[in-house]
């Protein structure tokens, strides 16, 4: 099968598409003003597929943010697709952050009526962090790895992180109250995981549960400007 759905969106303006994984988060985007093309499925993309996004310069993947990385690793594989049939096409990542969901319908789901809003600002950070390929290609990150380290993020407000494997570190968890080292970090897949209380997340995620647990409400826009400050010093 090497059909997209809603295929036809390249040929309206083809100077950028959003790829997703499924017809309900095209739809998602396309009632919000949003061109998109769905995959039928994450590793769904095959040879013939990547040959029908040729005529357009810029392809934004926008796979779901799930647990188990498969969409983002799906990701990657469709980067290396492009790279390899596509010639001289910039390809970038959208993230979406589990704090607005892990993937596009359910970020819809979670605040219908700044949707819109809550996309442009991933697409907007996606656009400007993520470098063009195809030096992207060669290493992909996505853009809070590249741009927002969890550990040095987590050694601001964390104390006594103890290694625990390769690029691994775990200590107590400053979201809850416990006596046993539950709260993982995770420097190479830039994620933490509390076993005891369930929280996990990226960077961003972890600035503003952290803040939160501080008593000062912050939203994702206000997370991105706290890491861009952070980084810089």
Request: proline share 4%; with cysteine; charged share 25%.
């Amino acid at each position: 099968m090497s059909w997209l759905y809603n295929e036809n969106a390249l040929w309206l303006d083809n100077s950028y598409i959003i790829l997703c994984e499924s017809p309900i988060d095209v739809i998602t985007l396309e009632q919000a003003g949003i061109k998109a093309v769905g995959t039928m499925g994450a590793n769904n993309m095959n040879r013939g597929k990547v040959l029908k996004l040729q005529k357009v310069p810029k392809v934004y993947i926008c796979f779901d943010n799930d647990i188990n990385e498969s969409g983002q690793k799906a990701a990657v594989r469709v980067g290396n697709m492009c790279d390899m049939f596509n010639k001289n096409q910039e390809v970038y990542n959208i993230h979406i952050p589990f704090i607005l969901g892990s993937d596009i319908n359910s970020m819809h789901m979670a605040d219908r009526k700044r949707f819109k809003d809550n996309f442009r600002e991933v697409f907007a950070e996606a656009v400007r962090v993520i470098s063009p390929v195809p030096e992207a290609r060669k290493s992909y990150e996505g853009p809070v790895v590249a741009k927002y380290p969890i550990l040095d993020v987590v050694e601001r407000y964390v104390d006594h992180l103890l290694p625990c494997g390769a690029g691994r570190y775990k200590t107590i968890c400053p979201f809850h109250e416990e006596e046993d080292a539950s709260f993982h970090v995770d420097e190479i897949k830039n994620r933490f995981k509390c076993f005891g209380c369930g929280r996990s997340g990226d960077t961003i995620d972890f600035l503003i549960l952290i803040s939160e647990k501080m008593g000062k409400r912050m939203g994702f826009r206000d997370a991105i400007a706290i890491l861009d400050t952070q980084s810089s010093q």
